[in-house]
């Protein structure tokens, strides 16, 4: 019994360990990304998306936390597009029915979706604005935001996505969040207003070939860094959350930064400006709804939550016992299968004590129950 769980714990750990696909932006550049689209918005859109900032960020990540408990999700982040030769990936048709004949969505499935599935998040969207529902169109534009952020990362294009084949594994965390992460603050994210996009996929495309070329430098610097940089100095430790973690220097950080000359910079303010336009172009498509209406109804919804709060508030303080008279009365409470009920008689107009402090029992047994 102690063995079996002794393999079962090292079973886990190699798991925790073990590099794959797990990572994407971190999840510092997923919500900056998502936070800082919304500033590409125009009037009519800008207000709502605003006023919902803080859901839009924080849920920017909920895709990678589903990765491994919902099936498909995982291949949804990445495209191995050298997988299928080399750039420009002629070979490779952009349609996905096209694609699924000359392929096999088998194959297309195992080296990943993402320029396919990003379009149907944006139709998804769409479909959100026309029914106006407003949780809807927050969720999806979060989730839509988390894979248009996916495709802007160069280790998104690759079978070498954790420098696994070159020797250089841990690079796809070192570029997409240790980097953002100490010199994110500092990159300029004026990218303009958003646009209607004339077709989405071939959008979604365009971002996958543009970070498939960044690739080169990607791995080409941060090699040349590692051969020349002094051997002790590569990494460091930091407490985060507690913990003492190993993480690349920030003197190797900041030399691997400069070489590649604003690299990480230009795909966040990509990724930041094409989010904004796929927004955009779903509310378009949808024929352009009101969302200070939707606002409005957010508000009242808001506020009918609050006025039942008040009530259940009021319910405890027993301030609404008053001259209930005018007809039959039954304080009923539900505890699994029983109900016990008291019955006041509108009969009599003078409630006797015992018959208010049965009344009063029952309502304390309702609310408790």
């Given amino acids: 019994m102690k063995m079996r769980f002794l393999r ?74 050298d997988h299928y030769g080399t750039y420009p990936f002629s070979n490779v048709p952009h349609r996905w029915r096209d694609a699924v004949s000359a392929l096999t969505e088998d194959t297309l499935q195992e080296y990943g979706i993402v320029p396919w599935h990003i379009p149907v998040m944006v139709n ?32 998104h294009t690759t079978e070498n996505y954790n420098g696994q084949m070159t020797n250089q594994v841990g690079i796809h965390g070192f570029w997409e969040s240790r980097l953002p992460e100490l010199y994110g603050e500092n990159y300029n994210y004026f990218v303009g207003k958003a646009v209607v996009l004339k ?33 002790d100095q590569k990494y460091s430790f930091e407490n985060r959350n ?12 900041f030399a691997y930064h400069q070489m590649l000359g604003g690299q990480v910079e230009r795909r966040m303010r990509t990724a930041v400006y094409r989010l904004g336009c796929y927004w ?25 939550k609050f006025d039942r709060k008040l009530q259940i508030k009021d319910r405890e303080a027993f301030n609404f016992i ?11 409470c539900m505890h699994h299968t029983e109900m016990e009920a008291v019955q006041i008689p509108k009969t009599n107009p003078n409630l006797s ?17």
């Avoid at 779903?282 to 009242?300: F, S």
């Avoid at 004590?353 to 129950?369: D, F, P």
């Fill in 280 to 304: 955009y172009t779903a509310w378009v498509n949808a024929g352009q709804p009101d969302l200070d209406k939707l606002m409005l109804k957010d508000n009242e919804m808001e506020e009918e």
């Fill in 124 to 155: 998804r969207l769409t479909d959100a604005f026309k029914e106006k529902d407003i949780l809807k169109i927050l969720k999806t534009s979060a989730d839509l935001g988390h894979y248009v952020g996916d495709s802007h990362v160069p280790l």
């Fill in 8 to 81: 079962l714990i090292s079973l886990l750990i190699l798991i925790i360990l073990m590099p794959g696909k797990a990572h994407s932006w971190g999840f510092w550049a997923h919500k900056r990304i998502n936070r800082l689209a919304v500033f590409t918005l125009p009037p009519e859109m800008i207000r709502f998306y605003k006023k919902n900032i803080e859901f839009l960020s924080e849920h920017a990540v909920d895709p990678d936390k589903r990765r491994y408990a919902v099936e498909g999700e995982a291949q949804r982040h990445f495209i191995d597009v």
């Fill in 322 to 332: 008053g001259p209930i008279l005018q007809e039959d009365m039954f304080v009923c």
């Fill in 199 to 231: 077709d989405p996929l071939e959008t979604a495309w365009s971002s996958v070939l543009e970070s498939h070329l960044a690739l080169d430098s990607v791995l080409r610097f941060e090699k040349w860094l590692n051969d020349s940089f002094p051997s």
């Fill in 242 to 253: 507690n913990v003492l973690t190993k993480v690349y220097s920030t003197s190797y950080s």
């Fill in 353 to 369: 004590s015992g018959w208010l402090l049965a009344v009063k029992q029952a309502i304390i047994n309702w609310i408790t129950c």
